[in-house]
């Protein structure tokens, strides 16, 4: 069994990831940790788990083999660095810290201590991504020219706190959604980013100087450009993932979403396609993975690695929304 602790008490880890762990052979929910004691026990009480501290130290000691760190972004880096030196397997919310440079550090921490380290890019485990990426590794759509990622969604009132008020704690459409897109084009084109140009802007929902809309122009290694449009404004925009290569289009609606959601089309001289995929729960996927890996038997979807590239690429992509400048991606990996 794989006993798990909770470091945060939230929205995340209540709609999605306390079902993703319970759903698997032997996943526990042993305890939760919230800097308030009355959330945390709360938070317990109302999601069945035997107990609530507040304070990691106490998190730490208790008989647990991982934790699931879904705080607010600027708080990531120091928990996951203690979990790691006590032992646990980290599976970490994105971004995993404030800048890349702190990223890097917990990977090398997790390298140095044998610690799993995963981070929750949750649509790398989505059936639609998986077999677009599936399509293009097998040549369907022969050489990749260029990609369209519709990610601008509205952001619910519910969630309207600190992601549009609090540049300290990793606020902005960027840190938010960003990262997942260039993750997501990292993974479904099996390619890397190595330079970005990006507008933000703020729409009217985000205050504190932080941005609320963003438009991003990625260069791929193999010579791919590609647009990302991230947002919290738009209400009825829908969103999609597009790639065109040399002999074919494949074009994916709604899939952009925390749900296994959605179309995938493939366009070729031939006619029209669609896809089918497994439409299996996107985080009950990524908690399996990161139990195989524990285990030692694979990776989590998604690595510290992959978290540091992402981070890398947003980071890079805020810096040239300030700058006027297109800035080269450098993971330093
Ligand atoms: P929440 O705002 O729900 O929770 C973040 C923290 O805010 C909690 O740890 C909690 O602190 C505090 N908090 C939550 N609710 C309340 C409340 N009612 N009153 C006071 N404090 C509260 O954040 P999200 O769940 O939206 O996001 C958490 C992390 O997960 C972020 O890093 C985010 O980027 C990531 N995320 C990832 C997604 C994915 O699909 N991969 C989707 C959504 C978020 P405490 O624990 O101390 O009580």
């Known amino acids: 069994s794989v006993k798990w602790g909770l470091i945060g008490a939230s929205t995340i880890a209540r709609q999605f990831m ?7 052979e032997g996943g526990e929910i042993a305890a939760v940790m919230s800097s308030n004691p009355e959330r945390a026990t709360a938070y317990a009480r109302e999601n069945g788990i035997p107990s609530a501290v507040s ?6 000691k208790s008989d647990i083999d991982a934790v699931y760190i879904s705080t607010t972004n600027e708080l990531h880096l120091d928990q996951a660095l203690a979990a790691i030196k006590a032992g646990k397997h980290v599976l970490c919310e994105k971004p995993l810290a404030l800048t890349s440079a702190d990223a890097r550090k917990m990977v090398a921490a997790a390298r140095a201590a044998g610690i799993v380290l995963g981070t929750n890019h949750h649509l790398r485990n989505a059936g639609a991504h998986r077999a677009m990426r599936e399509a293009i590794a097998s040549g369907r759509i022969g050489k990749p020219i260029a990609a369209r990622v519709f990610h601008s969604v509205y952001l619910p009132e519910t969630l309207q706190g600190w992601r549009i008020t609090k540049p300290e704690a990793g606020g902005g459409v960027v840190l938010d959604i960003t990262v997942h897109d260039a993750d997501t084009l990292r993974f479904v084109l099996g390619d890397d980013p190595v ?17 609320d809309g963003a438009m991003c122009i990625w260069r791929f290694k193999s010579g791919l450009i590609a647009q990302s449009h991230e947002g919290f404004t738009t209400k009825f925009a829908g969103t999609g993932f597009e790639v065109h290569g040399s002999e074919g289009s494949l074009i994916a ?3 952009m979403t925390q749900k296994p959601d959605g179309s995938v089309l493939l366009r070729t001289a031939k006619g029209e396609e669609q896809l089918s995929f497994d439409r299996e729960d996107l985080y009950v996927r990524s908690v399996r993975q990161l ?7 694979g990776q989590p979807a998604a690595t510290g690695e992959d978290g540091v590239w992402s981070l890398t690429a947003a980071e890079a992509a805020l810096q040239s929304a300030s700058s006027g400048k297109a800035v080269k991606i450098d993971p330093k990996l």
């Open 55 to 60: 304070t990691l130290d106490a998190l730490l």
């Open 18 to 24: 306390i079902n993703a762990i319970r759903a698997q």
């Open 195 to 211: 330079e970005v140009s990006a507008f933000t802007q703020s729409a009217g929902m985000a205050g504190g100087g932080l941005e």
């Open 291 to 297: 139990h195989a890996a524990i285990l030692g038997k």
């Open 253 to 255: 609606s709604d899939v």
